[in-house]
């Protein structure tokens, strides 16, 4: 039976833990931000979460789900994407201005499932994507509290 074995270029800040049985592993994030506007003078910017999942004993296609969970905290002005990439499977989540009265924190759930070909581990990918009005000269920010969840699935 398939087994998640661990997460080459996860980035030190990040927390990971794989339960015993190694069907089920969870990723928390808890710093990852992307601004724009003063002092940043781009009127857009992107940050790039990237990693492999490593699988063991994974001898047949083995269907994956990752579930992307958390909170969007966005200033007002700003737009923002998070997309979320595993395998052959891409989803987005897309986060429209705020009131310019008040900062705003929008909850996020995306689920995917990728089939993984046998004997192959998976790149996993989560770009974060902000925007703000080209009159906008204020900083606008895109925070994220998120995790990731990560299981095989048995067939």
Do not use: C
Not at 32 to 57: D, M, R, Y
Not at 60 to 69: F, H, I, N
Not at 110 to 119: D, F, R, S, T, W
């Amino acid at each position: 039976m398939a087994k998640i074995k661990g997460f080459p270029g996860l980035r030190a800040g990040s927390k990971a833990a794989i339960s015993d049985d190694g069907q089920v592993a969870s990723i928390t994030f808890s710093d990852l931000e992307v601004k724009v506007g003063n002092p940043h003078p781009t009127l857009g910017a992107i940050q790039v979460e990237s990693f492999t999942l490593q699988l063991s004993e994974n001898v047949t296609e083995l269907p994956v789900w990752l579930t992307a969970g958390g909170f969007v905290f966005t200033t007002p002005g700003a737009r923002a994407l998070l997309v979320v990439h595993m395998g052959d499977t891409t989803t987005l989540a897309s986060f429209p201005p705020v009131p310019s009265d008040k900062n705003v924190e929008q909850k996020v759930l995306q689920e995917l499932k990728a089939i993984v070909p046998a004997g192959v581990d998976v790149q996993t990918t989560l770009f974060l994507l902000v925007d703000h009005y080209s009159g906008d000269a204020s900083l606008n920010v895109l925070s994220l509290d998120f995790s990731l969840d990560l299981g095989t699935v048995s067939m």
